[in-house]
């Protein structure tokens, strides 16, 4: 890959902001970027080609970051929150238990046999895409709170369970990946607080401010991309290594300084770089070789948008419970591991992705919706977390 593509992909990223500047339309910037992605791509006018050893590279180190600034974010800290993860189980666990009926109905219906795939699917979310709409609208309600306990339990979830429904017969081996992983940063974890306790990562941090070294970064990096690289070995996916390295950070507490290195190599580079290759992966032109792929394309939307509606009868408030539906990183892993695995149906790769889109065009529609005001109203509405 030449320097050109790489300044091509980052100009394509641009359109990210561009659709994201009017607030009232409530575009999420990564929903831009794929688009470029999309019209510059395979189903587009192939300027990119994403199976470019380097550019798939840079896209996995970029969703590594993604999942990792996701992670962080999670309030781990706020008050809230003790009580919201309550509440935010039992929507996730509501939500699991709709989607496996939901799964197989539409497996049978389209005569795949992927019902348990899909069921994971239509429980899973995406912290990557929801906790920067929230931060962006202000929210901070119970119900708020509730949201993003819900996201962060259905991503670990989908994560883990992901390998187990597409391929059954390695359910074994995908569980040891995850233990593995999970370990890995439970070690890091302890070796961080240890060396926190002991003053050593303070100091480091005092003299990297004092000499600008970027310690603070570096630290992070060899975390995330040491996690990331055991999860591509033992076969897991990059977005259970960048999550849990998120979630170390968010329980010591992100510097400020930490904060804006990570938004200027995360947001200004990686990212918008695996949201373009995304976009540029699809080739939603297989749903028009199989007309009956895009029957199922709408029918994969339709469920998962229905599953996550139905948190409104247990008293989340109707945009926070469809806010919670994006999908984005669940299906990307669920296609990637299908196709390499050859168990997917010739464009049923394309029919999961286009529905994933449909999710994130809802949270778009749904961020418009959702202010400081609306926060305000979803809370007075919402059943009470404590």
């Known amino acids: 890959m030449s320097p050109a593509v790489l300044a091509l992909v980052l ?8 659709l994201a500047t009017p607030r009232s339309w409530g575009v999420p ?3 831009g970027e794929i688009a470029a992605g999309v019209l510059a791509g395979r189903t587009g006018l192939q300027w990119l080609d994403p199976h470019q050893p380097a550019l798939e590279f840079l896209a996995q180190a970029g969703f590594a970051l993604i999942m990792l600034v996701a992670g962080s974010h999670v309030p781990v800290r706020a008050p809230g929150l003790p009580a919201a993860l309550g509440r935010g189980a039992m929507l996730a666990a509501a939500t699991g238990a709709l989607a496996v009926p939901a799964g197989l109905g539409v497996a ?3 005569g795949t046999g992927h019902g348990w795939l899909y069921a994971v699917l239509f429980a899973s979310s995406s912290a990557a895409l929801v906790i920067p709409v929230v931060q962006e609208a202000g929210l901070d309600s119970p119900a708020a709170l509730a949201m993003i306990a819900h996201v ?3 991503d670990v979830a989908a994560i883990v369970l992901l390998p187990l429904a597409e391929q059954p017969g390695r359910a074994g081996r995908a569980a040891l990946g995850v233990l593995a992983v999970v370990g890995a940063a439970l070690a890091a974890f302890v070796i961080l607080r240890e060396f926190r306790t002991r003053g050593l990562q303070q100091r480091l941090h005092r003299l990297s401010r004092a000499r600008n070294f970027g310690l603070e970064l570096r630290e992070q990096l060899i975390i995330v991309f040491g ?3 055991l999860a591509v070995a033992v076969h897991v996916s990059v977005m259970l290594a960048g999550f849990a390295a998120g979630l170390i950070l968010a329980v010591q507490g992100e510097p400020r300084r930490l904060a804006r290195q990570l938004f200027g190599v995360a947001d200004g580079f990686l990212g918008p770089v695996f949201f ?4 540029a992966s699809l080739d939603l032109e297989e749903l028009i070789h199989h007309p009956r792929m895009i029957a199922l394309a709408g029918a994969l939307a339709l469920a998962g948008v229905a599953v996550h509606a139905a948190a409104r009868l247990l008293g989340q408030p109707l945009p926070l419970a469809l806010l919670a539906g994006a999908q984005l990183g669940v299906p990307v892993a669920a296609v990637t ?10 464009g049923e790769g394309g029919a999961i992705l286009a529905a994933a889109l449909v999710t994130v065009g809802v949270t778009a529609w749904m961020a418009a919706l959702v202010g400081p005001r609306e926060a305000e109203a979803a809370s ?4 009470p977390t404590g």
Do not use: D, F
């Open 152 to 154: 962060a339990i259905a």
């Open 380 to 383: 007075a509405g919402a059943v």
């Open 29 to 31: 910037v990564a929903v």
């Open 276 to 279: 373009v290759w995304l976009g």
């Open 108 to 110: 049978a219906l389209a």
């Open 337 to 346: 591991i299908g196709e390499s695995a050859q168990v997917l149906r010739p």
């Open 227 to 229: 996690l990331a690289g």
């Open 11 to 18: 100009a394509l990223g641009l359109v990210g902001p561009l």
